[in-house]
């Protein structure tokens, strides 16, 4: 058990039981002194909680004690949670059926059988935590406070992440692997190239880097990158080998099919596969998958990553020992460590004592890449904090280091004794992560949902903050601690996923014990009681392993407070349900891709959820009205569930839904009555206007949200709700008002008669409505039948991505060339014959910057489109610095855009069914007419396709060293093509006529 969480329940323990609620439902009528002393009881133990966490890491018999003491919090928090529920469904149902049974519930007919039962548990439960508090064998001391250790606010901005693919100190090894990929001559066409080493060394990091090499990516093709890890089926493995670079779905197919697909991808071909994390070390699986593998051309390699010798041994080709990798360097390892534990001005002295230290510290580390990181980012705030570093080191190194009993090959105490130096409130949402499989892509936002879930995040009285900014900030602390790794941001810099390594994950299933498991199709459930369960790769209908014994064991999880699912074939819902519903206390259940149809209205009786994921449930139409009843239900993801057309008519009963996502629920046409009364709603992707649902609702709601973004469909031009000149004013409060952390907006319109030219005017005064604040920084408007875009568009001057598509009225674009964040433009189906410049201004300077930040520009279906700008006066192209860091340009059917400004640093250019003309003063460049600011030698790949007036390829073109593309088809006009095109790697040209006829002549 991760044991800090029992702090945190213990204190919303105490917190419910001295609330009102106890007194509404009559609780507190004659059992006012039970109550009390179960107050008391709770308040004793939690104070020695923080103590006995501590000391439980060198005692078993504390260990042993407070998983007694966590069985019986558990037991009462879910019995306050319950009468909370009760409470609250009181005074939120109104007129139905289930408000007289609540009633019926809480009649004085039975308060007294009600009392009484009642008095009982909360006796029972206090005399039980007190047998647990007295029989102790040792002293715990009160501790209400813990040490936080500072995190990341001092973080300094170029070192407050170290990229995983930074590799130090192996180059070596790196051109070891590659000589035996690349240059290497074997007996087998399919070599196997084994790397071997201890955890957390960075074979994966290492094999990622050679797999990057350019070297390797131009000798092999294809490329495929499959993790293993704990569950070595090859029926799944030739799935993840066939989908490694694509998304087809195999999971139907049968083995036989499998193979032939595999044959059919690889037949022939020189490829390289990386099997990272394999631990298998059944020979008899490992040569049916080589048996499969060998359909590979000459010079194939197989790279295996794996901790295991046994694995190394049977893998490797026979001319070959494993590459075997060893710990850092002490120099490397060292610097390592100075990059990790100090300010960048604050480096020890060569020779010094601080140094010294700092080396013992790192001797620790055995070489390892991941210890050295962990222990000097928990060194790191101590070090920056201290007046004196050196006697920090030295009382790290004999009071905690010391202590360290590892073998030569095990890491883990290591990396224990950073997650012990965690606060509480991180111990438990790291030991959380053991339910996720290894090198499983973790998205943020789900995280820290189920952190909400279980009660893992709490406010602060003194921060005005709300639960979501609390537990990003909890995942930021565990990545800048390195507990976490690969972080990927989204286009507003927020990190929306990450992983995990394997030896952290290690980790996690030893702090975690038996409260959290996996369960796979190897699996052996032991009787220990389990708080959290996930389903992994989990195949029902398999005969060969113990399935359903296990499920019927784990049915028997009574006090289960988490179920997750991750790829498990062939267990529908239909399967699984009878079990679910044995599960009366779970908090965070996650149903997702479970080819559910309907849900049962018993769904309900799980009152105590927080959250519940439906997505990808292709077949649910609707969801049972009795929904309405889960009110401790925070998140409810229904993402992609794409026949649902409905929602529950009285979502607002959810008073505690925070998150609620339908992205992908295409068929859904309203929201429920009253859905802007929704209280707590933070996150909302998509909100569908109807006559029921319109912009009043969404006015309701709109201040509230605090996530991402929103996206307003089934805009429409006609009913009741829609914009006219006096509410104009009104629809511009629904999105602009109170609302500046909305950082994207898409704005869709129900398709109409293109033919109906009178609600042109209505549509515009629609979108001059919905104005946003300025610091959007994505818009993305679809199917607008105005004839101008809005004005305020050109006032967005955080906008860093524009998307204007199937706007086909519209004859007007708007001036964008002075919005200094703007880096994506896309203008796809509009009519306008050219786009409103700056240079129309008349404080316009010519030495002003056009389009400062763009870096992609496409431009498709726009038959009328003449000119990009359209000048009142005449402007010196030599002076003006158009597109200075536009990289890939792309036009599409457009036949009669003639003319476009220069791009002076293009990298990629791709034409389409237009004219070539937009390209002239840019062609320009490459033959030395044009003097520009800028660079044409960054040009890489031009791909023409269909373009009637080519008639040539620039002379010149093939002088330029960045560029490596080519590729011309269907240009029936083109006549000659430049002879000096060596340092194309890829070039092709056909259904050119007059060129071939060119050459035969």
């Not at 438990?428 to 499989?437: E, Q, S, T």
């Not at 052996?524 to 790769?537: F, Y």
């Not at 609707?622 to 009110?631: H, I, N």
């Amino acid at each position: 058990m991760a044991e800090g969480v029992l702090f945190n329940v213990a204190e919303s323990l105490v917190e419910m039981l001295l609330s009102a609620v106890f007194e509404e439902v009559g609780v507190l009528y004659c059992m006012k002194g039970e109550v009390q002393k179960l107050v008391d009881t709770t308040n004793i133990v939690k104070g020695v909680l923080l103590d006995a966490e501590q000391k439980m890491a060198v005692d078993n018999s504390v260990k042993a004690w407070l998983k007694q003491l966590g069985d019986a919090f558990f037991v009462a928090d879910d019995l306050v949670d319950k009468f909370h529920t009760k409470a609250m469904q009181r005074r939120v149902m109104s007129g139905n059926k289930f408000t007289r049974q609540v009633r019926v519930f809480f009649s004085s007919s039975n308060q007294l059988v009600f009392r009484i039962k009642m008095g009982h548990q909360i006796k029972d439960i206090r005399e039980k935590l007190d047998d647990i508090r007295v029989n102790k064998s040792f002293q715990l001391n009160d501790r209400l406070e813990e040490t936080i250790v500072a995190g990341g606010s001092r973080m300094r901005e170029t070192c407050s992440y170290v990229d995983e693919g930074e590799v130090i100190g192996r180059e070596d090894e790196k051109k070891e692997i590659i000589r035996l990929l690349v240059e290497m001559e074997f007996e087998e066409d399919v070599s196997f190239v084994p790397i071997l080493g201890i955890g957390g060394l960075g074979k994966t990091t290492l094999a990622q880097y050679v797999f990057n090499d350019e070297k390797v990516q131009k000798h092999f093709e294809p490329k495929m990158w499959v993790c293993v890890s704990d569950v070595f089926d090859v029926k799944l493995l030739v799935a993840k080998i066939i989908t490694s670079d694509s998304y087809n779905n195999l999971e139907n197919l049968q083995l036989e099919q499998l193979q032939n697909q595999l044959r059919a991808k690889l037949s022939g071909k020189k490829y390289l596969l990386v099997l990272d994390d394999v631990w298998n070390e059944d020979g008899e699986k490992w040569c049916m998958l080589e048996m499969m593998l060998k359909c590979g051309g000459r010079g194939s390699r197989v790279l295996v990553t794996t901790r295991s010798e046994m694995v190394a041994r049977i893998t490797k080709s026979q001319t070959i020992l494993p590459l075997e990798v060893k710990g850092l360097s002490k120099d490397m390892s060292w610097y390592l460590f100075k990059r990790m534990a100090f300010e960048k001005e604050q480096e020890p002295v060569e020779g010094s004592k601080i140094m010294e230290l700092g080396m013992e510290v790192v001797e620790k580390c055995k070489g390892v890449p991941l210890a050295i990181r962990t222990i000097g980012r928990l060194l790191q705030s101590r070090l920056w904090q201290s007046q004196n570093p050196e006697k920090e080191l030295s009382w790290f190194l004999n009071s905690e280091l010391a202590k360290i009993d590892q073998n030569e090959n095990d890491i883990l105490p290591t990396l224990m004794l950073s997650y012990n130096h965690l606060p509480s409130h991180l111990k438990h949402c790291f030991a959380y992560c053991r339910l996720f499989p290894k090198d499983y892509k973790i998205e943020v936002r789900e995280l820290i949902q189920l952190w909400m879930a279980q009660g893992f995040t709490k406010c602060s009285h003194h921060k005005n903050q709300c639960l979501e900014d609390i537990g990003y900030e909890y995942f930021i602390n565990l990545l800048w601690r390195s507990f976490f790794q690969e972080p990927i941001r989204n286009e507003f810099g927020d990190i929306i996923s990450c992983k995990m390594h394997d030896l952290m994950h290690d980790l996690a299933i030893l702090v975690a014990g038996s409260d959290s498991v996996i369960i796979n199709q190897n699996t052996k459930i032991s009787g220990e009681k389990s708080l959290h369960v996930s389903l992994v790769d989990f195949d029902f209908e398999l005969e060969t392993n113990n399935s359903r014994q296990n499920l019927d064991l784990f049915s028997q999880q009574k006090r289960l407070r988490t179920f997750l699912s991750h790829n498990c074939k062939e267990l529908s819902f239909s399967k699984l349900q009878n079990y679910l519903f044995k599960f009366k206390c779970l908090r965070a259940l996650s149903l997702s891709r479970m080819d559910i149809e309907v849900l049962p209205k018993n769904l309900c009786e799980l009152e105590h959820l927080r959250y519940l994921n439906l997505s990808y449930n292709s077949k649910l139409k609707m969801l049972p009205s009795s929904l309405v009843r889960l009110q401790n239900l925070q998140t409810l993801n229904l993402s992609y569930c794409s026949y649902l057309f409905r929602l529950p008519q009285n979502m607002k009963k959810l008073v505690n839904l925070r998150h609620l996502m339908i992205q992908g629920c295409r068929r859904l046409t309203e929201m429920p009555p009253e859905f802007g009364y929704m209280p707590s709603l933070h996150t909302l992707d998509r909100f569908v206007v109807s006559e029921s649902s319109g912009f009043q609702e969404l006015s309701n709601l709109i201040n509230n949200l605090q996530q991402g973004g929103l996206s307003i469909q089934r805009l429409r031009h006609t009913t009741n709700y829609v914009a006219s000149k006096s509410t104009a004013p009104t629809l511009k409060r629904v999105i602009c008002e109170g609302k500046h952390n909305l950082q994207w907006l898409r704005l869709l319109w129900e398709e109409v008669d293109e033919s109906n030219d009178n609600k042109v005017e209505i549509y515009e005064f629609a979108l001059e409505g919905l104005q946003p604040p300025s610091s959007l920084q994505v818009l993305v408007v679809w199917k607008f039948m105005g004839v101008r875009l809005g004005g305020w568009l050109s006032s967005l001057d955080n906008l860093v991505r524009l998307e204007l598509i199937r706007c086909k009225k519209c004859q007007y674009l708007p001036k964008l060339d002075h919005l200094a964040c703007l880096k994506e433009l896309k203008i796809v189906d509009v009519e306008a014959e050219y786009m409103c410049s700056s240079a129309e201004d008349e404080d316009f300077d010519d030495a002003d910057l056009f389009f400062p930040s763009l870096v992609s520009l496409c431009i498709e279906k726009c038959p009328n489109l003449k000119w990009w700008w359209w000048w009142k006066r005449e402007l010196d192209w030599n002076e003006i610095r158009s597109f200075p860091r536009l990289s890939n340009l792309e036009i599409f059917k457009c036949p009669n855009l003639a003319s476009m400004p220069l791009f002076p640093c293009i990298e990629s250019v791709e034409l389409k069914e237009s004219s070539s003309k937009p390209l002239e003063e840019t062609w320009k460049m490459i033959r030395g007419i044009r003097n520009i600011h800028g660079n044409i030698s960054f040009l890489k790949s031009i791909r023409i396709e269909s373009c009637r007036d080519l008639t040539s390829i620039l002379e010149g073109i093939g002088n330029l060293p960045s560029l490596n593309t080519i590729y011309v088809r269907d240009c029936p006009n083109l006549t000659s093509i430049p002879d000096n095109l060596s340092n194309c790697v890829s070039k092709s040209i056909s259904g050119c006529p007059k060129l071939a006829q060119t050459y035969r002549d």
